[in-house]
């Protein structure tokens, strides 16, 4: 491990770090009884309610390019658990965090960390209950989030059924899109990369419109590992073949630029980029009216991109659909 410096909080200490990443909320909710500071949070029970409990790890050099915005990285920590909420149709509620950071981690990018977290935090109303810290390389953040949706609500992978549609909310492959830009800088740098590196480093799940589809999806997941990639876990959860149309995929402008200045096929990255955190789910004509009221009570759009189907089931298929692809973090040097 590099020796710390003189502006690392390696030098500054333990109760430094704990006091930038876990204080910083002074007000907690009323659910909170005990919150940081003792050997466990206690929350108050949640009624009726169902608990939902999500965890994900966010990894300097892994999620992020080695080096890259520290509060970006922070932010990603939250964003990443929200979206698995969201696929849920819960709301978020406490977190608890593992920080495992370098002790030659100077100072400013330990505060920028810290910045990106808590922002994302107040961003979607949760309350940083507790967790741990401890040295190590690289710097990881493991986050647990706990939320909440009323008994028997929460949307599943396996209720998609033949018939159904498949729908899509945002626009795809703008993560996959903006990590290709910073790994590779082109020399003629358009406006519209820039929002293509911000999808990238600080993705908005569209929590709202989860909630607003809980009952009326037939199945749900987050965008995460690529949409083929993540619709292949409906599909054989629910035993059924998933059709997709790649005319039909949902595209932004700046994707569209940096298409027409590249020549890339940005189908491509939409089938398979990986890390939209939008939501891919299932739903029957009768879902018609809760959908479009989610859609404008969460000003989220969706796009239908295929259909569900009794044929091959447990597969993804389509014309021009690749038959693998997506984020695995096992393939040899990460392939995607």
Known sequence: MPTPDGDSIGRAGELALIEALFHRQRELPGDVRLGVGDDAAVLAAAGTDDWVAAVDTVID?????PGDDASALGWKAVAVNVSDLAAMGAEPRHALLAASLPAALGRDRAEALADGLHAALGEWGVALVGGDTTASAPLSLSLTLLGRAPEGTCMRRDGARPGDTVYVTGTLGDSAAGLALLSDPPPEWLAAYDWLVER?????????????????????IDVSDGLVADLGHIARASAVGIEI???RLPLSAPMGEWAWA??????????AGGEDFELAFTAGEDAFEAMHRAKYTADTRFTAVGRVTAERPGEVYGDGVPTDGGWDHFAPDGDR
């Open 61 to 65: 050099g892994v999620h992020a390019l």
């Open 200 to 220: 990238h480093r600080r993705p908005r799940p569209p929590l709202a419109f989860g909630r607003g589809i809980r009952g009326a999806a037939s199945a749900a």
């Open 245 to 247: 149309d790649p005319d």
């Open 262 to 271: 590249t020549g890339i096929d940005p189908a491509r990255y939409a089938l």
